[in-house]
């Protein structure tokens, strides 16, 4: 055994310099390794620091998980508003979109176009027409449901053309 081991020492001493050079290299490695994780967790600390100062003395864990329910809050507001808004534009279509405005003189003896018709319409061609007549002597006015772009009433010429009006607005 003793011979053995000062085969080993004599390998050893004739070698001397390459092992010093590679147990240096390893070094070297490993310095490099033990800088880039320093950075590495220098930036972390930097990171939690940044996080401390503004989280009035909160853990991380307990932002992390505040951060959470404010995400969860978002969404089931973002939910609700989205459902509020499909709600909103299917009502849309019942709201008066469409005005078709007609101006006429209904009599001869009246000097300007006093008289009207006006439409006012839906999506669906569905509202009202309301007429007004001026005469020298008197002024009437008439309101005709309509239901689809029809009246269960007799239109006039105007009234047609108030509601023809209106359904060309898009």
């Not at 105007?158 to 359904?167: G, S, V």
Request: charged share 25%.
């Amino acid at each position: 055994m003793i011979f053995k081991m000062d085969n080993i020492f004599k390998t050893m001493e004739n070698h001397i310099f390459h092992i010093t050079a590679i147990n240096l290299a390893i070094v070297a490695v490993l310095i490099i390794f033990l800088l880039a994780i320093s950075r590495k967790l220098k930036s972390i600390t930097k990171g939690y620091k940044s996080l401390s100062k503004i989280s009035d003395k909160k853990s991380i864990e307990q932002l992390v998980y505040d951060a959470v329910n404010i995400s969860n809050d978002a969404i089931e507001e973002n939910i609700y508003l989205k459902k509020r808004v499909e709600d909103l534009e299917r009502n849309m279509k019942y709201c008066v979109k469409r005005v078709g405005v007609v101006r006429y003189n209904a009599f001869r003896d009246v000097g300007s176009d006093l008289s009207f018709s006006v439409a006012l319409l839906d999506d669906t061609s569905s509202g009202v027409v309301i007429s007004g007549i001026y005469s020298r002597e008197t002024s009437t006015t008439y309101a005709k449901k309509i239901i689809n772009g029809q009246s269960k009433h007799v239109l006039s010429k105007e009234e047609l053309q108030a509601i023809t009006e209106a359904k060309t607005i898009v």
